[in-house]
């Protein structure tokens, strides 16, 4: 028998190796799918709100912006117009790629929005 090396790059998904004996190996998903969804909606506000707290468990996020104005998201404390990592169009939709944040997201509207952000934290 040689010796053979199989490198794999994927840095969106961590694979699992598992011995099927004959010396043949299986590849599969190592992450654990969600188990659980919590909706949750947060008041638009022209200040910076909360729109989760940093959370360990979680597996995935999504945010629909369901306000007359567009939303800033911020990985971290305290949105502004000038710091924030994303911007959501009003009626517009947002999934949080890999790898995955677990820290507090905050967000801000521009001046006098109306409505809501619709928020889905998988866990």
């Known amino acids: 028998m040689s010796d053979s090396t199989l490198k ?11 011995d099927v004996g004959d010396g043949t190996f299986a590849l599969s998903n190592a992450e654990a799918p969600a188990a659980a969804a919590s909706l949750s909606n947060v008041s ?15 597996r995935g996020l999504l945010i629909f912006n369901d306000a007359d104005k567009t939303l800033n998201v911020k990985y971290g404390a305290t949105a502004s117009s000038s710091s924030f990592t994303v911007q959501i169009a009003a009626g517009g939709y947002w999934e949080m790629p890999k790898p995955i944040y677990q820290g507090t997201l905050d967000g801000i509207w521009a001046t006098g929005p109306t409505g809501a952000a619709r928020v889905t934290e998988l866990t």
Do not use: G, M
């Open 8 to 18: 794999i790059y994927n840095p969106d998904t961590p694979l699992k190796v598992e």
């Open 44 to 58: 638009s506000s022209a200040s910076s709100v909360t729109l989760k707290a940093a959370n360990t468990s979680r």
